[in-house]
């Protein structure tokens, strides 16, 4: 649904005014070295290397991918590629991969459904994504979240004590939820916040119970959560805790619906002033520094909470050092943050089968590109063949053929792989709860 549009804005917006010291800016400010992309543009999401939006053209919604690289330290935008139309702009993105339209598209490309009714992405992690499934006809929705899991390719309800334990699907609302690598975080009816591991099925409280909340985000060891309120928009509480030292930072806003939180950075819409304005900011973490990034697009005009369902288009997305966003102006817009420090991290879950007999493909999804990456073969100690992964997009992929380096064919025997490298920073890949230890596995050759 096209939102509205307001011609009469606030005095107080024309000019520019300040919110708790923060300065709002003008209608169209943008952050110097901000790139400009579309127009109708209603849903945006970031992944390594990959820019993802839909928009409006000729009658049709359709999904767009540009290649995304950075020349000191400023976007650049490749060509549009067209991945064809959409029915719902709810969309998330991962490491190469993007969740669409009851649809699953991998790095390399190809597109699987993920069956179910109508399942929008709400959030990505590596080969794991949160969606959000429709049961019966619209306006009579019962609407639950689901983990989409690209290894198995099966849809399993988050409500169940694993992820790979189906269990009937509750009727929504479930509570706020997010995932990054093999951590889940959800907010529960008691206003309790939880991270799961599903890694090794441990379940820690970061919030106890109290006021309810309206979304969560949450980032290797940085979570974060805002309280939710009836009459809208509201006062409210932003937390910003690390749970590797403790320390929290508490940020009040107003009219906040949504988090997104990247390595330096978490992003959030606030209202500022007038009803009928939405600003995206964000806070650099371990701070409480917030900066005005510019004016959002304005809610569908259905006259009901703008989740109704429990996915409403992604206005904003933040990946590494980037922020991307729909302006007031209907246009998709993307600019630089400042440089942070966040060593890649392995998300978990990596596809990689147990045997092959002449091809083993392996994909492991990480956090950031890896200009640096090596997959290292080894027979008991000796070193057999080694494979490079350097990537632009955040998934480290390669194919071995069973041979060596020289061409030589290697007997049937178990072979230890091992997958290393650096970011641009020059930091190592680490595990996803952020430990220095190898990603690592075994692969038979069964002739």
């Known amino acids: 649904m096209r939102p509205r549009r307001y011609t009469a804005l606030s005095a107080a917006l024309l000019i520019g005014l300040t919110v708790s010291g923060l300065p709002v800016g003008t209608l169209h400010a943008d952050p110097p070295g901000s790139v400009g992309y579309g127009d109708l543009v209603f849903s945006v999401a970031l992944s390594p290397g990959q820019l993802y939006y839909t928009t409006h053209s000729a009658g049709e919604t359709r999904l767009v991918l540009r290649p995304l690289t950075r020349v000191a330290g400023a976007p650049q935008l490749g060509p549009e590629q067209a991945l ?119 379940e ?25 309120c009836s009459a809208w928009p509201c006062q409210q509480n932003l937390t910003i805790r690390n749970l590797s030292t403790g320390a929290v930072t508490l940020i009040p806003t107003r009219g906040t619906l949504g988090l997104d939180i990247s390595g330096g950075d978490l992003a959030f819409d606030a209202v500022p002033g007038a009803p009928d304005s939405r600003e995206l900011r964000t806070v650099r973490l371990g701070t409480s520094t917030m900066t005005s990034i510019g004016l959002l697009q304005l809610y569908p005009e259905w006259g009901m909470s703008p989740d109704m369902f429990g996915s409403e288009p992604r206005h904003f ?52 590109a890896l200009p640096t990456c090596t997959v290292t073969i080894y027979r008991r100690t000796t070193t057999v063949r080694l494979l490079s992964c350097a990537n632009t997009i955040g998934m480290v992929s390669v194919v071995w053929d069973g041979r060596t380096g020289s061409g030589a064919r290697l007997p049937a025997g178990t072979y230890t792989y091992r997958v290393s490298g650096r970011d641009d920073d020059g930091y190592w890949l680490r595990h996803y709860d952020g430990s220095l230890r190898a990603v690592a596995g075994t692969v038979t050759r069964t002739s």
């Open 317 to 368: 997305d933040v990946e590494d050092e980037l922020v991307a966003w729909i302006g007031r102006d209907d246009h998709g817009h993307i600019a630089a943050l400042a440089p942070s420090i966040d060593p890649p991290r392995y998300l978990g879950n990596a596809i990689a089968p147990a045997s092959f007999s002449t091809r083993w493909a392996i994909a492991v999804p990480v956090s950031k």
């Open 204 to 228: 820690i409280v970061v919030r106890p119970p109290g006021s309810p909340i309206r979304a969560v985000a949450i980032h290797g060891t940085w979570v974060a959560w805002v309280t939710d």
């Open 84 to 202: 064809g139309t959409v029915t719902h702009n709810a969309i998330a993105a991962s490491s190469g991969r993007l969740v669409f339209n009851g649809q699953a598209r991998t790095y390399t490309g190809q597109v699987r459904s993920m069956g179910g009714n109508a399942l929008l992405g709400r959030a990505a992690s590596g080969n794991r994504a949160l969606v959000q499934d429709w049961n019966g006809p619209l306006l009579e929705q019962t609407s639950y979240a689901d983990l989409y899991d690209a290894k198995t390719q099966k849809v399993r309800n988050t409500g169940a004590t694993a992820p790979d334990l189906p269990q009937p699907s509750p009727a929504w609302p479930q509570g706020p939820q997010d995932v990054d690598g093999n951590y889940f975080l959800r907010a529960r009816a008691d206003g309790s916040v939880t991270r799961r591991d599903w890694q090794i099925g441990r």
